[in-house]
């Protein structure tokens, strides 16, 4: 488990299973307002149909709307403060171009190192909806190491295309760039939406033959990473599941897991683990906290730096 409000796993079944509640309750009086998602890379795939199905409304992508102004996985633009930040910031550029619009959805990803397992790389994905009309917001999270993250140096075209084929290209995207310092830069060599080995090839035979080297990554882009597209649909369920928790105080919805504490204790030695011993569960609305502890009741001694240094 994350912290904060982030669940850290694999797609499963239990992971997409939800129920028809959150329309017959309509605890916010969405069904049927107008929404919008601030996008331009295809989330509305995931988005849109479980909006639909379990809001009742029907969302779609904004005409004229550039999200990449706010931070590009390729470096070229930088973003600027937090995820959250950030999506606040692509849907006030959505309202603006959508007047007509109650309902908007904007989603925004960070990709790094696992907190407890540095050798692997995590893919935190959040989705943000904002009702215009009494300025309700609520966000859903997952984290999944299920990610192809990463990028390579490579000094000819053959070991660029063993990269590809590890990561899934062609469904998967990969960008090429400039190699210095052991990584790739940003700048007018950049190349993205490779759709083939021959585009592919072309592009960093180019450099190799200019430079001696060229970076190939991950295109990490919703569109062009499947295994991304499903992170944020586990987001937007999240958000779903946010939407029919009710407050036990004030009966308002989004009441969830805003908080993991750890400190499970080991089985062993009762050394505090990093493992989550408690999560603090907040309303949005009012405020109402409480705590809970989770199932365990221990560690294993293999999650234990004391016992398993």
Known sequence: MGSGGWIIGSASAGHLKMTASCVAQDPLGWAGAPAVIATMHGKQRVIAPLAKRFLGTSAVPVDGLDTDRFGSFARDVQRRGSAIEAARAKIAAAAALAPGARLFFASEGSFGQHPQLPMLALDRELVLVRDRETGFELAGHAATPDTNYGFTIVSDVAAAQAFATRIGFPAHGVIVAKARDGAPVAGPDLVKDIADPAALAHAVGALVARDGAAAIETDMRAHRNPRRMRAIKRAMIDLLRRVASKCP?????????????????????????LLCRAEILQCPGCGHRAERSVSAAAAEPGFCPACNP
């Open 249 to 273: 105080d004030c009966g308002g919805p989004g009441f969830a897991v805003m908080r993991r504490v750890p400190g499970l204790p080991c089985r062993a030695c009762r050394e505090p683990t």
